[in-house]
């Protein structure tokens, strides 16, 4: 059963009598049901009666409802509005556009249109790359999905996979601030989605691709990284990777162990799984096993052919001792074990048979493979992707930090190079004194994170791009 969120707050509006024990029963009736009162505030009062809004975090909205009834069974109680807080976050979206300059008269409005805008349209007609100092191009980023593979909800569509784009958007500007548009295209086929993409490139400094589906995801960023001359970047695939690869690095210096020298297994080998295994090999990782839904993937298996590229790639790259199994057999003796897959495929035994100070990411949402209470007992750290436990693993941690770096770079493409010191800038914003199994990962609101992110990955955009025009110049 999960806790009390604040995704499931409610704000109740009632009445109660003006009693000396109203305010205490009432808090009881909270508690008895099981919900987390987090605010009682009294709007108006009478002599005899006051109005009160009372908000409180539930489980879901049927715990929602349940909390309601018990409140209303307190003698004098009369229940009025009940609001849905994340319903009314949400109230006629997330986002809006606001201009820069402002337009009071005429004159505002012959410089920002016509007929002064005419000047500006042919300047970057002469030199396409003045769009980036003098248009949105110089601070936007298009967030775009097909709604195919919306972490937690799965396919769900363009129309109901906007609420995630905006607070993607959203949290562009807060982290980074950075202009993000959400992009819902109303279609699976990937020659239509390339298409779309390169057709609205022009208005963007970037593109971030999200939810996405596999393997679709792989041919749609590695086209568009091919036939774009600016940054594409799979969140779902690199963010993850990135910030997995922080925590790691961080989770082994908690337990004095070396990247190159553990055992690590992982579960799932779809677009996240994939760009784990793939960083974390660029980093030094040497011994892999990859388990996903039909078990350890070895060349000896059935579906490991040239028609599964990727898990064909895994194969090659992986399990150099040609280990077969199910994932019960991968972990055992692993140091390490990353899970970007589905709920509850392990247990408490299970983590036991890892090695000495194992290392648990759990990162399946919102039911991670194994509890993390149960993981705790066995091994040194653990990780997920739930705000509600230690270490949480979240992509917002590096996405807003990695564009602000590419764009200030005026970069065209995203490197190996870059993501590598991504993930170096987020592991090392934890220093040593404040390291422990409890805190190996920032806080998303850590201070000068997403600058600290964006400095690293200028840096390295920079550096790719000098070695490319020397490369280019002595070819």
């Not at 057709?199 to 393997?215: M, T």
């Not at 690869?245 to 297994?265: H, P, Q, S």
């Not at 100070?357 to 991670?368: C, E, G, M």
């Not at 201070?447 to 110049?473: F, H, I, K, P, Y």
Request: some cysteine.
């Amino acid at each position: 059963m999960s806790n009390p969120s604040i995704s499931s707050s409610i704000t109740v509006r009632l009445e109660l009598p003006a009693r000396p024990t109203a305010v205490s029963e009432l808090s009881s009736a909270v508690e008895r049901a099981g919900g987390v009162l987090t605010a009682l505030d009294i709007t108006s009062s009478s002599a005899e009666r006051m109005q009160v809004d009372v908000t409180l975090s539930t489980r879901d909205s049927d715990h929602g409802d349940e909390i309601v009834e018990a409140m209303r069974s307190v003698e004098g109680v009369e229940i009025g509005k009940v609001s849905d807080r994340v319903f009314l976050s949400h109230l006629g979206g997330k986002l809006e556009v606001n201009s820069k300059v402002p337009i009071k008269n005429r004159d505002d409005l012959s410089l920002v249109y016509t007929p002064g805008v005419a000047r500006v349209c042919m300047a970057i007609a002469k030199n396409p790359a003045d769009a980036r100092s003098l248009t949105i191009k110089r601070n936007t980023v298009a967030v775009l999905t097909d709604g195919t593979a919306v972490l937690g909800l799965g396919d769900i569509g363009p129309l109901a996979a906007l609420p995630v784009m905006e607070g993607k958007a959203a949290l562009f500007k807060r982290f980074a601030g950075i202009d993000a548009f959400p992009i819902c295209l109303d279609t699976k086929d990937t020659e239509e989605i390339i298409a779309t993409a390169k057709a609205i490139a022009p208005v963007f400094a970037g593109i971030n691709l999200e939810d996405i589906s596999a393997p679709r995801c792989f041919e749609i960023e590695e086209r568009l990284r091919d036939e774009l001359a600016i940054p594409v970047f799979h969140d779902d695939q690199h963010g993850t990777a990135i910030v997995v690869l922080a925590a790691l690095r961080n989770a082994l210096r908690v337990v004095g162990k070396d990247l190159g020298e553990v055992r690590i297994t992982m579960s799932g080998a779809g677009a996240a799984g994939t760009a784990i295994l793939k960083l974390l090999m660029l980093a030094g990782a040497q011994h892999v096993l990859v388990s996903d839904i039909n078990g350890i993937i070895h060349s000896g298996r059935e579906d490991v052919s040239s028609d599964n590229v990727h898990l064909q790639w895994i194969a090659e790259h992986t399990n150099t001792d040609g280990v077969s199994g199910n994932l019960q057999d991968a972990i055992r003796d692993a140091d390490v074990f990353i899970g970007v897959s589905a709920p509850n495929l392990l247990n408490g035994n299970d983590i036991q048979t890892m090695n000495k100070d194992a290392i648990v990411f759990a990162l399946a949402n919102p039911t991670p493979e194994v509890d993390p209470g149960e993981a705790a007992k066995y091994a040194a750290v653990v990780a997920t992707g739930r705000s509600d436990f230690a270490n949480q693993i979240n992509n917002v941690l590096v996405f807003p930090g990695v564009f602000r770096g590419l764009i200030d770079a005026a970069a065209s493409g995203v490197s190996d190079e870059v993501m590598l010191a991504a993930a170096k800038a987020v592991s090392d914003s934890v220093p040593d004194d404040e390291l422990n199994a409890a805190y190996i990962i920032p806080s998303v609101f850590h201070r000068n994170l997403s600058q600290d992110v964006a400095a690293a990955v200028e840096a390295a955009a920079r550096a790719d791009m000098t070695a490319s025009e020397s490369s280019g110049s002595t070819s």
